[in-house]
């Protein structure tokens, strides 16, 4: 079946610090991926996507490259900021739902 | 234009009683789904409507339930509360015809005690 698998959090970094988030999948085909984020007491923001292989999503100096042969889809950033801090999520599209991965929490101190 | 609204934002409701969602999704969007977030399971699919009909289903038992309006708006109803219905219930619209991309609403917060 389809499934998302993240790397474990909490994450936690200086600011300006390099950030990855790992995420792999398990899917048939080859569904869109999604990183969504959420901070304290909101609902989901869609962050970036990716449609097919190869294809790179990026916004707000997020990138993450779909990877068709490690089935993976990593979220990086190269300096994140204290206002970065928040849980991200990582999903892919199931016919019109979407698998979420557990999520990361991220922690960025100034 | 304007988001994905939810109400109430939150809710507070005794084991066994029932309780009503309303999310309005974004202006043009067809599709809406609901998805329910708990700190031990995660984000897990409810339901999908679209053009009123539902379109797709995750595992969740009967007692949980939808419909959508003619407006595109839509409720989901969970009869028979139990204390592990507590969670953030969250509405996300999205075209659902050329495009499956999802916008979510801030959630409604139900606590069952």
């Known amino acids: 079946g389809n499934s998302v698998t993240q790397m474990e959090g909490p994450v936690t970094l200086s600011e300006e610090a390099f950030l990855t988030i790992n995420c792999t999948y398990t899917?048939?085909?080859?569904?869109?991926l999604f990183w969504y984020v959420q901070y304290p007491g909101e609902g989901l923001q869609l962050l970036l996507k990716?449609?097919?292989?190869?294809d790179k999503g990026s916004n707000k100096g997020f990138e993450a490259t779909y990877r068709k042969e490690t089935t993976s889809f990593h979220l990086e950033k190269g300096s994140v900021q204290v206002s970065d801090s928040a849980v991200y999520f990582c999903?892919?599209?199931?016919?019109?739902?979407?698998?979420f991965g557990k999520g990361t929490t991220l922690s960025v101190s100034s | 234009k304007a988001g994905v609204t939810q109400t109430p934002r939150y809710l507070i409701k005794t084991r066994g009683q029932q309780v009503t969602l309303s999310c309005s999704p974004i202006s043009g969007h067809r599709s809406v789904s609901w998805y329910q977030q708990t700190p031990g399971q995660g984000l897990q699919f409810l339901f999908e409507y679209f053009s009123e009909t539902q379109r797709n289903k995750g595992n969740f038992p009967g007692r949980f339930s939808g419909r959508q309006f003619s407006n595109s708006r839509s409720e989901m109803n969970v009869s028979t509360l139990e204390l592990g219905d507590s969670a953030l219930y969250l509405c996300a619209s999205s075209p659902g015809t050329t495009s499956y991309e999802q916008y979510f609403g801030p959630g409604t917060r139900l606590t069952v005690t």
């Open positions: 899917a048939t085909g080859y569904p869109s």
């Open positions: 999903a892919l599209q199931a016919g019109t739902a979407l698998i």
């Open positions: 990716a449609t097919k292989a190869d």
